[in-house]
């Protein structure tokens, strides 16, 4: 088992940044590709960003390329969000993620943490 505790969530001001943490508890960190998603009322949750199990490799939605980065310190076993030029399309409930392979569209990460949430004002 894993536990993820997400922070850092809040309000902000469009154009605004914030940046989330996750802490990971359980089993060895870095045996895990973590991730972040996000789900909007109403929506469906969708994926944000991943990162390899060294931090080498990240992968990102198209909708956040270029303003979000994600990155990890597997000595203090956890993984970042950090979200720049924020819109008020970003609000939504973000979930910290760990799991044994990269997200290929159909099948989710193992575990979840229970979500922070962000809102983002116009």
């Known amino acids: 088992q894993v536990q993820l505790v997400e922070s850092g969530g809040g309000l902000v001001e469009a154009g605004g940044s914030l940046r989330l943490s996750c802490a990971a508890s359980g089993r060895t960190f870095s045996n895990y590709v973590m991730g972040w998603f996000r789900q909007a009322p109403g929506k469906e949750r969708e994926f944000v960003a991943e990162i390899s199990r060294g931090g080498a490799r990240t992968s990102y939605a198209d909708s956040v390329k270029g303003r979000f980065t994600i990155s990890r310190d597997n000595a203090k076993n956890t993984v970042y969000l950090e979200m720049n030029t924020l819109k008020p399309e970003d609000t939504a409930v973000y979930y910290c993620?760990?799991?044994?392979?990269?997200?290929?569209?159909?099948?989710?990460?193992?575990?979840w943490g229970q979500g922070t949430q962000v809102t983002v004002s116009s």
């Open positions: 993620t760990a799991a044994a392979t990269y997200y290929s569209g159909t099948s989710y990460p193992n575990y």
